[in-house]
């Protein structure tokens, strides 16, 4: 079964809840690997094994929590570069979505933001499932860009 890393999204001592959503998504796709970053990492280490974390990578160290993506991208591409997991899940906030482009960078790979997955007792897409599959080379269906050029 595949690895999946998720970013664990804490507090110094407990785990937030967008974590534990991450790890159960997770779990649908292969086998969920949390990723913790700075101290504290072993009071959090019961709570993402209940929610299916099989392993805990930690990163503690000076400047880890000093700045607010590139250390977590950083470490992040080191799991990426010697787990090959099918894939890596960071909270869907400000700093994830941060931390998800300079990982992608380093990576090249892609970024997909703000997902959705529905299932059967989704009230927004109830018939819609959550995949993780390549899907080819999209192409851009919207009108032809134009020329800009600025005014000044």
Do not use: N
Not at 4 to 21: F, N, P, Q, R, W
Not at 68 to 79: I, R, S, T, Y
Request: with cysteine; net charge positive.
């Amino acid at each position: 079964m595949s690895e999946i890393l998720v970013l664990a999204a804490h507090d110094g001592e407990s785990v937030k809840k967008v974590t534990l959503e991450l790890l159960t998504l997770a779990r649908r796709f292969g086998e969920p690997a949390a990723v913790w970053l700075g101290a504290g990492a072993e009071a959090g280490r019961e709570r993402l094994a209940e929610y299916g974390a099989a392993k805990v990578y930690t990163a503690d160290g000076e400047g880890m929590t000093d700045y607010v993506a590139a250390p977590a991208a950083e470490v992040l591409a080191a799991l990426v570069a010697q787990a090959s997991p099918a894939a890596v899940l960071v909270p869907a906030t400000a700093e994830g979505k941060e931390v998800a482009g300079r990982l992608a960078v380093k990576t090249g790979s892609g970024v997909l933001t703000d997902v959705v997955c529905g299932g059967p007792r989704s009230p927004r897409l109830p018939h819609h499932r959550c995949r993780l599959r390549p899907t080819g080379r999209q192409r851009w269906r919207g009108p032809e860009p134009r020329d800009v050029r600025s005014s000044g």
